[in-house]
């Protein structure tokens, strides 16, 4: 079989693009229920999910077999916006989350089922349907990271969260490409 170079398909073809997303957790543990749309608005950056497979090693005479062993989704990194809004802040809302796992008044640490949430991770076409899904499960903070400060910085300050998940489900690709037939 001929391998071809070119194809028309290259006009046509629209590929995602990095700032077409949006991820918005079911609840935000520790808020009103208003707190994921602020979390989802504010977002700026996000990595999408890696998962890695432990490989197990199987060795037989002078050779080495391996075989796929334990996934572990690796965090999820975001960045957000904070903006001036007093208790519905990002920060506020996120160290309201925080407060659900793990208090630095008290000491007592949360129960999972207090502190984790779901969400969905949705990439979007140029008119903004979605494409791809990711479903997460289970998603907590696992680091909070309120940054520095400069006199000589005029940028938005962010707040950037790692996230931990115990695994993600990804939803069948859509395809919205409009129809070029007359």
Known sequence: MAISLSSSQSSTLEPLKKNRWVLQFTSVPGNSSDAAAKLAFCAHTCARPTITYAQTEIQRLNERFYTAGKPTWSEMSMSFYDYIDG???????????????????????????????????????????????????????????????????????????????????????VNTTPSTAA
């Open 87 to 173: 208790p519905t802040s990002v920060s506020d809302i996120l160290w309201n989350w925080n407060q659900k796992i793990y208090s630095p008044i008290t000491g007592a640490m949360g129960f999972k089922v207090e502190y984790a949430a779901s969400g969905t991770l949705a990439m979007l076409d140029p008119s903004g349907g979605v494409v791809q899904i990711w479903n997460l499960f289970y998603v907590w903070p696992a680091t909070l990271a309120y940054n520095d400060l400069s006199a000589d910085d005029e940028t938005p300050v962010e707040v950037n969260a790692t996230f931990r998940y115990d695994y993600a489900v990804k939803g069948i690709d």
